[in-house]
């Protein structure tokens, strides 16, 4: 007998974008873990409750809901993430220790897919490191919100023969990369578009994706930065969180010729 764990892609917020892999995989959880994090982002978890109710049909699966804790903001960036991600390490250890069975399977709901810009596949590893317990692992991919700004603005993510850079506003405010014209930035809280020097590059914004909430905002940078930050800063106000991605194309950048 040997505990599994399942961390899986529910998708960047439209319940709708559930995979037929990711709703088997629900229903072969015999513990599912929802995380909440407080009155602001309650719509997180009102979000994997309403999954739960739409595809969960294992009557024998366990809903476990449990606080996530703070990142802390003081010392240096690094060993905030790093100490984060061991107490919710911690959690996950306690729930296969006291609420899961020898031969059980857990299933973690995770935003978006494991594979961008989730720490959970770390997490675990931080779990099966400590020794304490065992499993197997097994991870089911789900869309990105950078799939899904994509297809809200019906665009290509990449254009023919050019690299794409994926980052994050922090290393995007601190220069434009080497090497690629189309750069997508994810987990910006420093608003690092408007550092960006070619005011005549095209972005590609949108927040609360795949959501009802979803925003989208497009054009010629210099023309609608402004725009971009009043809304996000609004959005931010009456919601009490956001999640934004967007795309930033230099428009020097060529296309190869014949390429599809």
């Known amino acids: 007998m040997s505990r599994t764990i399942l961390i899986i892609g529910i998708g960047a917020g439209n319940p709708e974008h559930m995979t037929v892999q990711a709703i088997?995989?629900?229903?072969?959880?015999?513990?599912?873990?929802?995380?909440?994090?407080?009155?602001?982002?309650?719509?997180?978890?009102?979000?994997r409750r309403d999954i739960c109710e739409r595809y969960l049909t294992n009557e024998a699966t366990r809903i476990h809901e449990y606080a996530v804790p703070k990142r802390r903001t003081d010392g240096s960036y690094?060993?905030?993430?790093?100490?984060w991600h061991h107490a919710i390490a911690s959690?996950?250890?306690?729930?296969?220790?006291?609420?899961?069975?020898p031969d059980d399977t857990i299933g973690l709901l995770v935003w978006g897919d494991p594979m961008l810009y989730d720490s959970t596949i770390r997490i675990v590893e931080h779990v099966r490191a400590a020794g304490r317990v065992a499993f197997e692992l097994e991870v089911i991919p789900g869309i990105t919100s950078i799939?899904?700004?994509?297809?809200?603005?019906?665009?290509?993510?990449n254009r023919i023969g050019l690299?794409?850079?994926?980052?994050?506003?922090?290393?995007?405010?601190?220069?434009?990369?080497?090497?690629?014209?189309d750069v997508v930035v994810m987990l910006d809280g420093v608003e690092a578009f408007?550092?960006?020097?070619?005011?005549?590059?095209?972005?590609h914004w949108g927040a609360y994706l795949g959501t009802p909430l979803?925003?989208?905002?497009?054009?010629?940078?210099?023309?609608?930065?402004e725009t971009i930050s009043e809304?996000?800063?609004?959005?931010?106000?009456?919601?009490?969180?956001?999640?934004?991605?967007?795309?930033?194309?230099?428009?020097?950048?060529?296309?190869?010729?014949?390429?599809?």
Request: aromatic share 4%; charged share 30%; hydrophobic share 35%.
């Open 24 to 47: 088997n995989a629900l229903n072969r959880a015999d513990v599912l873990l929802i995380p909440t994090k407080g009155e602001e982002k309650a719509f997180l978890a009102d979000m």
């Open 78 to 83: 690094d060993g905030g993430v790093n100490d």
């Open 91 to 101: 959690i996950y250890e306690e729930t296969l220790l006291e609420r899961s069975g």
């Open 147 to 157: 799939q899904a700004l994509c297809a809200s603005r019906k665009i290509a993510l």
């Open 163 to 181: 690299p794409v850079q994926v980052t994050t506003g922090r290393r995007l405010s601190e220069g434009w990369p080497e090497g690629t014209g």
């Open 194 to 203: 408007r550092t960006v020097q070619d005011r005549d590059a095209e972005i």
């Open 214 to 225: 979803e925003i989208t905002i497009a054009g010629r940078l210099g023309d609608v930065a």
């Open 231 to 260: 809304t996000r800063s609004r959005a931010r106000q009456e919601n009490g969180w956001i999640m934004d991605t967007y795309l930033i194309r230099q428009r020097n950048g060529q296309e190869a010729e014949g390429e599809t």
